[in-house]
């Protein structure tokens, strides 16, 4: 229950729905990406696929990624997160079945590429739900939730993944994948809709989102900002290193997390998705407590300026501790290490969403700019993969590979605390501190 803006009247809290919703988006996006890095050994033994080859098998999926995601933005918000939710994850599901099917490396490669094309929808619309359905005081603590099931997948899919390969064979967990994309899509079509327009919805609740919403939101139409008044921003710029910084450390496990535990560890596949497991669920865990600490110590005026980016660039410094990897041959302390950067990138990527909602001076920026964050992100997730496998092949060791992922967290660090300060995009009117309730028209009378 929480309370209205007298700090009277209890009322439900159905924008629950929202986070859960979104939650199970991020995590069976993820589950669907570590499928095949789960799948690796089987499949590089069946099809004769190098180490070269295999990293960049992982980064194929990025490939058109990355290009659609300022699109996919743009298309968010123009038609709204509803539909162009439910189209992505249509086709990536849809991608993500017909992988089985695959007969060798082109194939895989065409397959991985189309999942990307639907993934890329995914974070852009997140970008449209904050303005529309989170408040400030709750902006943080959303993302943090969302993005956890960017490692929650990885989890539960590095146990059950590795269980249902090995009962059943690869394709099989390809084809599991598929087909819990069209359970969330269905739920998603029935459940979701604007918080104007969202029927199961308590009426004081919506008042209440309404009344703490920023006021352009409620205006999708509004004339959004070109690309190039985005990009001219250092803030956004910031925002999109310090993001790529994070995200080439979260690729670099996402993919060879599991051949690591493997070649380097010696572990057979289900103690190694065992092993995978633990970090990620221990990120899933902190992130959400880092989202919350960052809500809880600011207000509306300090969220504006971009205070986030001081709790951003801490999470980062202690993501850096995987540099001291190389040197430690003890599985737990490893694990401990992988543990505290996956929770550090986990905690900047989610700071950085909401950091773009703080930021953006108008609503109708809200997917492209968030759009612009993640392609800054997966510029750097590219190459990670490529990286990373020939690192392995010409080393025999991950250890560079770490040192690596550690020097461009210490570089987003310093990116993200000395520029994400600035608005982003078209000059706006400042919003008061604690704005007041604006007046809701009933539902009868509402477009």
């Known amino acids: 229950m929480s309370r209205d803006n007298k700090g009277k009247t209890p009322m439900p809290r159905r924008r629950i729905w929202i986070y859960v919703l979104m939650f199970a988006l991020s995590t069976i996006n993820y589950v669907d990406r570590v499928v095949l890095s789960v799948s690796a050994t089987s499949i590089t033994r069946e099809f004769g696929i190098t180490p070269v080859e295999l990293g960049y098998l992982f980064s194929s999926f990025l490939w058109l990624y990355v290009v659609c995601l300022v699109p996919m933005g743009m298309l968010v918000d123009r038609f709204g997160s509803r539909v162009v939710n439910a189209a992505g994850i249509g086709l990536w599901s849809a991608a993500t079945a017909l992988t089985a099917l695959a007969s060798g490396l082109g194939g895989f490669v ?54 249902l390969v090995e009962a059943a064979g690869w394709r099989a967990a390809f084809l599991a994948c598929g087909a819990a994309g069209f359970v969330w899509l269905a739920a998603w079509l029935v459940w979701y809709r604007r918080p104007e327009r969202a029927g199961w919805l308590d ?10 919403r920023e006021p352009d939101a409620a205006a999708p139409a509004a004339a959004p900002s070109s690309l190039g008044r985005l990009l001219a921003s250092r803030a956004m710029l910031g925002l999109m290193l310090t993001q790529g910084c994070a995200v080439y450390t979260q690729y670099l496990f996402l993919t060879w997390l599991p051949n690591y535990f493997q070649t380097e560890r010696g572990m057979p596949m289900l103690k190694s998705g065992a092993m995978m497991a633990i970090p990620y669920l221990g990120a899933v865990i902190l992130t959400t407590l880092v989202g919350r600490f960052s809500d809880a110590r600011l207000d509306a005026a300090a969220a504006a300026s971009g205070e986030r980016r001081r709790v951003a660039a801490f999470a980062m410094l202690a993501g850096a501790v995987i540099l001291l990897a190389p040197v430690t041959s003890s599985v737990p302390l490893v694990l401990l290490l992988i543990m505290i950067a996956l929770a550090g990138v986990a905690s900047t990527v989610a700071l950085n969403i909401a950091l773009v909602g703080d930021l953006i001076a108008s609503s109708a920026d809200a997917g492209r700019a968030t759009g612009l964050l993640i392609l800054g992100g997966n510029i750097f997730g590219i190459l990670a993969p490529i990286v990373t496998g020939y690192v392995v092949q010409a080393t025999g060791s991950f250890d560079a590979a770490f040192l690596v992922a550690g020097g461009l967290l210490l570089i987003g660090a310093a990116s993200i605390f000395l520029l994400a300060r600035h608005p982003i995009g078209a000059t706006a009117p400042s919003l008061p501190a604690n704005p007041g309730p604006v007046h809701v028209l009933p539902a009868a009378e509402r477009p």
Not at 204 to 212: H, S
């Open 110 to 163: 065409v397959a991985r590429i189309a999942m990307g094309i639907g993934e890329s929808t995914t974070y852009p619309a997140a970008g449209r739900v904050i303005r529309e359905w989170i408040p400030r005081s709750e902006r943080a603590l959303f993302a943090a939730i969302f993005n956890a099931g960017a490692y929650f997948g990885p989890a539960i899919g590095g146990i059950a993944l590795a269980w």
């Open 203 to 212: 009426p004081r609740e919506r008042d209440l989102i309404l009344g703490e």
